[in-house]
């Protein structure tokens, strides 16, 4: 799929590998641009970097009402839903039940939100795209905090799950799998002793946002089910 004249929604937009892909969503001219964020002055920020293409929304991922509010666009039906908000805490068996919600509702439940709320219409039009940020730390069996492992897994069987229930309606659906990637998240991760963030920046192949975007462009267009940005990772994967 080409991006160019279509529609796109992107959750986590304010910051970081979100930011980076509204922007390069924008350059690659698509039609309008959705930037949805907690983060309100920070959607708006990037909203008015694109112009009048773009729009900013202030979004809570982890409930459905609001998740299900950004289908109605002021630039048409969505073509492309990129559920790209995440978090990480927790830490291994000593992380609360607490921790476990939180987790499982802004990195597994939010992409639910997204299909319920886009999938539907998009079969009436003829087909549509979804776009899940998960990561490596769902394929890869490293050493990791324990919460942030399993939800994202969870978020890569959801969306095989979606990609194999409706393909024949025209749902086309990606995971974009990155491992270490110069955002907050990382520097966050690391400060707090966070065992993923310390993994990924030890490996020492951290990526920047605009790369990580240039890569998805690049999945999108071949139609891949998953955008690996780190080559090393896409090997793991094959070989296991
Ligand atoms: P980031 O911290 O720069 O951006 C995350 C954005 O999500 C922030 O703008 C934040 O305000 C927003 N957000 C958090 N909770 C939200 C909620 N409940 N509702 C709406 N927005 C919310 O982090 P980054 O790295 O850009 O993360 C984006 C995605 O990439 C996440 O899903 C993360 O798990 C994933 N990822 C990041 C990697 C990295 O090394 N940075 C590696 C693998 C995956």
Not at 214 to 233: D, Q
Request: some cysteine.
């Amino acid at each position: 799929m080409r991006v160019q004249d279509k529609v796109v929604v992107v959750t986590g937009g304010a910051s970081g590998i979100g930011r980076a892909l509204a922007l390069r969503f924008a350059e690659e001219g698509a039609a309008g641009v959705v930037v949805a964020d907690l983060d309100e002055a920070g959607a708006q920020a990037v909203a008015e970097e694109i112009g009048d293409r773009a729009t900013a929304v202030q979004v809570d991922v982890s409930s459905e009402p609001q998740v299900s509010a950004l289908a109605n666009t002021p630039f048409g039906p969505v073509d492309l839903f990129c559920s790209n908000a995440g978090i990480i805490g927790g830490h291994g068996l000593d992380a609360s039940d607490q921790e476990w919600s939180s987790l499982y509702a802004v990195n597994v439940l939010a992409h639910v939100y997204a299909a319920r709320a886009v999938v539907p219409s998009m079969i009436a039009r003829g087909g549509g795209y979804l776009l899940n940020t998960c990561s490596a730390a769902g394929l890869i069996s490293c050493p990791g905090d324990a919460p942030y492992a399993v939800t994202k897994a969870a978020a890569i069987a959801f969306a095989e799950w979606v990609a194999i229930h409706y393909a024949t309606k025209g749902i086309k659906v990606s995971v974009l799998c990155p491992q270490g990637v110069r955002t907050a998240m990382l520097a966050h991760g690391i400060q707090e002793d966070h065992v993923t963030a310390r993994a990924v920046a030890a490996s020492g192949a951290i990526l920047d946002p605009a790369d990580v975007a240039a890569t998805v462009i690049k999945g999108l267009e071949a139609e891949r089910f998953h955008i690996f940005p780190h080559p090393e990772v896409a090997e793991y994967v094959r070989r296991k």
